[in-house]
């Protein structure tokens, strides 16, 4: 086999694997200008990397062999394949808008998904030498297909969970232990696994322990780095949920005072009103449309709980500016036994949701919230009904998915709806039916 076939046929399917690999899970991630360039320079790098691997096994591996000994073989494969991951760490960063953390995440779990299907494919051919001594053409095509198929199950398994979490962009500093762990475990037990199976060193049994041991340790390293994502993704979800209570903590106390000052000052407003139209003699007409306008704020709602009376008039105030009718057969006393704060982000998180479905509602007489509670036994229990016209969108937990664009601190609503159930020995549910969404809250009756 001369040099431009080694190349072709043994060098370039490693290298392009890992590339390949890699490429696969920086695809999480946006593309900066100009990636075609990028690209290519990536391209050249694999070119670069694939011939410098066949220099090392001819010349590099048999001098080195010559002058120090058979012990030292697998030493200038496991540099190769360190500098392949170190070099692809900065590579990779030129076409992918990636941090150096991010970056290192892609390359580590890239490495090894490529690993597992190198250390298969080398079980493989050891155990079956049928599949080594076929044509050269066949061989790469059959490697190239069994790796086609091992990346489409990674990305199905792996990579989308990773966007349906939203867990890329979560690498930290731990991540550059992950790096040293693929160099010390990964690279360097394959690597003296292979030279240990070239030497005829091991039995097939010794052989086959060894596979499954490299088959274990890629599993874990590769779950350690999934980890990292996910406790940094849970760390910045529970910060973004006590910032949410918080700033919910205070608009409460805000429009608390808010609606009260306005009640205050209307009512005397409309007291005014009333004098003034038996002293003089202005225009009915005129006076009844002030006394009919601060009519809205100085009615109210009163349901016999400040909280919920509080979040009913927000609410019922912003409906009327948007042409939606919002019908209340809630009884506060209910829910006494809750905290304010908890009963006006219950309230608040479900009619934000339904105020935003109704909107896009274009019929006038669907374009309708109906809030309630009644008692099921020993069980209280509240709804939230609206219609909608776009189907609402589902997680995989039942909650209901954000449908702005941009995710964001969105979708906290409704995790926050679920959490202050649970914090009262309740569940939360979403239901969506024939045009009808339903909030669902049930709540045990204390005693």
Same mark, same amino acid.
């Given at each position: 086999?001369?040099?431009?076939? =080694?190349?072709?046929?043994?060098?370039?399917?490693?290298?392009?694997?890992?590339?390949?690999?890699?490429?696969?899970?920086?695809?999480?991630?946006? @593309?900066?200008?100009?990636?075609?360039?990028?690209?290519?320079?990536?391209?050249?790098?694999?070119?670069? @990397?694939?011939?410098? !691997?066949?220099?090392?096994?001819?010349?590099?591996?048999?001098?080195? $062999?010559?002058?120090?000994? *058979?012990?030292?073989?697998? +030493?200038?494969?496991?540099?190769?394949?360190?500098?392949?991951?170190?070099?692809?760490?900065?590579?990779?960063?030129?076409?992918?808008?990636?941090?150096?953390?991010?970056?290192?995440?892609?390359?580590?779990?890239?490495?090894?998904?490529?690993?597992?299907?190198?250390?298969?494919?080398?079980?493989?051919?050891?155990?079956?030498?049928?599949?080594?001594?076929?044509?050269?053409?066949?061989?790469?095509?059959?490697?190239?297909? +069994?790796?086609?198929?091992?990346?489409?199950?990674?990305? $199905?398994?792996?990579?989308?969970?990773?966007?349906?979490?939203?867990?890329?962009?979560?690498?930290?500093?731990?991540?550059?232990?992950?790096?040293?762990?693929?160099?010390?475990?990964?690279?360097?037990? !394959?690597?003296?696994?292979? !030279?240990?199976?070239?030497?005829?060193?091991?039995?097939?049994?010794?052989?086959?322990?060894? $596979?499954?041991?490299?088959?274990?340790?890629?599993?874990?390293?590769?779950?350690?780095?999934?980890?990292?994502?996910?406790?940094?993704?849970?760390?910045?979800?529970?910060?973004?949920? =006590?910032?949410?209570?918080?700033?919910?903590?205070?608009?409460?106390?805000?429009?608390?005072?808010?609606?009260?000052?306005?009640?205050?000052?209307?009512?005397?407003?409309?007291?005014?009103?009333?004098?003034?139209?038996?002293?003089?003699?202005?225009?009915?007409?005129?006076?009844?449309?002030?006394?009919?306008?601060?009519?809205?704020?100085?009615?109210?709602?009163?349901?016999?709980?400040?909280?919920?009376?509080?979040?009913?008039?927000?609410?019922?105030?912003?409906?009327?500016?948007?042409?939606?009718?919002?019908?209340?057969?809630?009884?506060?006393?209910?829910?006494?036994?809750?905290?304010?704060?908890?009963?006006? *982000?219950? +309230?608040?998180?479900?009619?934000?949701?339904?105020?935003?479905?109704?909107?896009?509602?274009?019929?006038?007489?669907?374009?309708?919230?109906?809030? !309630?509670?009644?008692?099921?036994?020993?069980?209280?229990?509240?709804? $939230?009904?609206?219609?909608?016209?776009?189907?609402?969108? +589902?997680?995989?937990?039942?909650? @209901?998915?954000?449908?702005?664009?941009?995710?964001?601190?969105?979708?906290?609503?409704?995790?926050?709806?679920?959490?202050?159930?649970? =914090?009262?020995?309740? *569940?939360?549910?979403?239901?969506?039916?024939?045009?009808?969404?339903?909030?669902?809250?049930?709540?045990?009756?204390?005693?």
């Amino acid at each position: 086999m001369d040099i431009l076939q =080694r190349i072709v046929y043994m060098s370039m399917p490693n290298v392009l694997t890992i590339f390949i690999a890699i490429g696969m899970f920086c695809s999480l991630y946006p @593309l900066r200008p100009r990636p075609a360039l990028n690209f290519a320079a990536c391209a050249l790098v694999c070119v670069a @990397l694939s011939c410098g !691997s066949t220099f090392i096994q001819l010349v590099v591996r048999p001098a080195l $062999v010559t002058q120090l000994g *058979s012990y030292i073989s697998s +030493f200038p494969t496991l540099a190769y394949f360190v500098l392949v991951l170190l070099v692809c760490i900065p590579l990779f960063r030129l076409p992918f808008e990636l941090t150096l953390w991010d970056a290192a995440f892609c390359c580590t779990a890239g490495y090894i998904m490529q690993n597992i299907g190198h250390i298969l494919w080398q079980a493989a051919t050891n155990l079956m030498p049928a599949l080594d001594m076929l044509a050269n053409l066949p061989r790469v095509a059959l490697l190239y297909t +069994f790796y086609l198929l091992l990346f489409a199950l990674g990305y $199905v398994t792996v990579i989308k969970n990773i966007h349906a979490n939203r867990l890329e962009g979560e690498g930290d500093w731990r991540t550059g232990f992950v790096v040293a762990g693929v160099i010390a475990v990964n690279i360097g037990l !394959s690597s003296i696994v292979e !030279s240990l199976q070239g030497q005829g060193a091991l039995h097939v049994s010794q052989y086959l322990a060894l $596979v499954i041991c490299m088959l274990m340790v890629s599993a874990l390293t590769f779950l350690l780095d999934y980890t990292i994502l996910f406790s940094n993704r849970m760390r910045e979800d529970a910060a973004a949920a =006590r910032q949410l209570v918080q700033d919910q903590q205070r608009q409460y106390e805000l429009s608390a005072e808010t609606i009260e000052a306005i009640n205050v000052r209307c009512h005397d407003i409309r007291h005014q009103v009333r004098q003034l139209s038996t002293q003089t003699d202005t225009q009915g007409e005129l006076l009844e449309e002030i006394s009919g306008l601060i009519s809205v704020y100085d009615a109210g709602i009163n349901t016999h709980n400040k909280a919920l009376d509080v979040i009913l008039t927000e609410k019922s105030l912003l409906c009327q500016g948007r042409s939606i009718q919002l019908a209340c057969t809630a009884d506060g006393k209910s829910l006494s036994h809750m905290a304010e704060q908890d009963i006006y *982000s219950l +309230f608040g998180n479900a009619l934000d949701n339904a105020i935003e479905a109704v909107e896009k509602v274009r019929d006038p007489e669907r374009r309708l919230i109906d809030v !309630s509670t009644h008692s099921l036994g020993q069980m209280l229990c509240v709804q $939230v009904r609206n219609y909608y016209d776009s189907e609402p969108q +589902f997680v995989e937990d039942g909650s @209901l998915a954000t449908s702005k664009k941009d995710g964001g601190l969105h979708g906290y609503g409704t995790r926050s709806m679920r959490l202050v159930a649970e =914090r009262y020995d309740g *569940s939360c549910s979403f239901e969506a039916n024939d045009g009808l969404f339903c909030v669902s809250v049930l709540l045990p009756v204390p005693a």
